[in-house]
Each structure stands twice: as structure tokens, then as C-alpha cells.
């Protein structure tokens, strides 16, 4: 069975691959569900790692219904990952009906071509499952990561198993994968698994200190953009 590593730094991809990972699926922002990391993470992946790296793709954090400008950025990067050989991207927008946005998906994965595409977590908020799985296979998607549109993947073992009987594509069970339930997606016949494997370090004690996250960012049925006239308004008061 092929273990996948959700890794967010140099040094936990390279922990991945010594732990014996398979492959990874590099992001930045595990704590928002994984946006696309940087360029030069990437290149140095890439560099150091000898087992497949996969991106994520994601411009931001929240829903995954999104704007042409960045959709713009979603493509930009897709061609900046080919160049330093990353071997897939993984990604999915969605209609504002949780529907799966084809023209866009499709688009993305023809332009990922011929590097792996997996349709990421975005799965778990579709309506209609059975119909999606059919839609993504047409377009060319070749794995589906979903944790079976449960808080976690074991909660959803059973949906698990009947999707990967119903699709040619690779059903990658992720969230909530550990070492203790880690072999019963093998023995519902998933040949794949999605896992973080996160511990904490570098702790630093910061009594007193502000709190640097901001709250009323992190929602996920909207997202933050500048405001031209607040902007304009700063500007003016200070001219």
C-alpha cells in the first residue's frame, strides 16, 4: 500500500521520506487545510527528495469556488511546478452548488499533463458523489483524496470502499489516518493513504506577547480581499 505524506516544510518532507514514505504532497498551512507553498520550497523538495513530490494546489484557504484572477494564479503555478519536475499537482474547484466546476477542473488537470492530478478534499463538500467520481474520471483525474465526507476517513470506511468499486480512479483515503487504523484502508482494498504524521517542536514561550492570527480570517465560506476604497481612504488621510 502507497503512503502519502502531507508534508509543510523542507524538514518534514525530508522526516517523510526517511520514515519510508512513498511520496509527498508538498503544502504550506496544514492548520487551513493546505495551500500552495512556495517556489523555492519546492525547488529545494525537489533537490533534496528522490521519491515523487506532489503539489498543492490552492491559492488560498476557505471554499474552493474561485475567482478568474485566481484562477490565473492556479495556472501560473501549475507551469512554474513543471519546470522544477514536480511529479503531480493536486487540486478542485467547486461550483458555488458544491457541485464539481468541470471546465475549470478539466482545464487544470489538461494543463498539469503529464503529471499526476489528484482532486483533493474539496470531494468531501460535493452533493452528489457517485455523479462527481464519473465527472472527474471523464476529465482525466487520476486520484481522489476524501476523507469519505467525514470528519475523519475511518468515520467513512464504508463510502471508502463502495467509491473505489464504483471509479477506475485511485480512492486516497485521507484525514484523521493514523497508525491505529491506518491497515483497515487496506483491507477495504484501498491501495492508497493520505496522512500527515505531525508532531510539534521549536515551542517558544510567548506570555505577554499579541497574538499574531487573526480570527476573522480564518472562515471558510468567504475569503479576504483589499478593498480599493478603504485603501484609497488611508491614502488620502495621509497625503
Known amino acids: 500500500m502507497l503512503v502519502e505524506v502531507c ?17 509527498i504532497e508538498l503544502c504550506f498551512e496544514l492548520g487551513v487545510g493546505g495551500i500552495t507553498p512556495s517556489m523555492g520550497l519546492i525547488r529545494l523538495v525537489k533537490e533534496r527528495l528522490s521519491i515523487p513530490v506532489h503539489v498543492l494546489l490552492r491559492p488560498r484557504s476557505g471554499h ?13 503555478d501549475i507551469l512554474a511546478c513543471k519546470e522544477l519536475g514536480v511529479d503531480g499537482m493536486v487540486s478542485g474547484i467547486l461550483k458555488e452548488d458544491f457541485s464539481v466546476d468541470e471546465e475549470r477542473t478539466k482545464a487544470l488537470v489538461e494543463l498539469s499533463q503529464p503529471m499526476h492530478f489528484t482532486f483533493h478534499r474539496a470531494f468531501d463538500w460535493v452533493t452528489q458523489p457517485m455523479e462527481s467520481l464519473k465527472v472527474l474520471e471523464e476529465i482525466g483525474v487520476d486520484t481522489v483524496l476524501t476523507s469519505g465526507q467525514f470528519p475523519s476517513a475511518e468515520q467513512g470506511l464504508q463510502l471508502l470502499e463502495a467509491w473505489q468499486k464504483h471509479t477506475s480512479m485511485t480512492i486516497m483515503a485521507g484525514g484523521g489516518v493514523s497508525p491505529s487504523n491506518a491497515l483497515l484502508f487496506k483491507e477495504i482494498g484501498l491501495r492508497v493513504i493520505h496522512c500527515s504524521g505531525t508532531s510539534f517542536g521549536n515551542t517558544i514561550e510567548l506570555q505577554g506577547k499579541i497574538s499574531m492570527n487573526s480570527t476573522k480570517h480564518l472562515v471558510e465560506n468567504t475569503f479576504a480581499s483589499t478593498n480599493v476604497e478603504t485603501v484609497r481612504k488611508i491614502v488620502q488621510a495621509v497625503k
Do not use: C, P, W
Not at 7 to 23: F, M, T, V
Open 7 to 23: 508534508a509543510n516544510s523542507l524538514e518534514s518532507a525530508i522526516n517523510a521520506q526517511e520514515a519510508g514514505a512513498h511520496r
Open 64 to 76: 474552493f469556488t474561485y475567482s478568474d484572477t485566481e484562477f490565473e494564479v492556479m495556472k501560473a
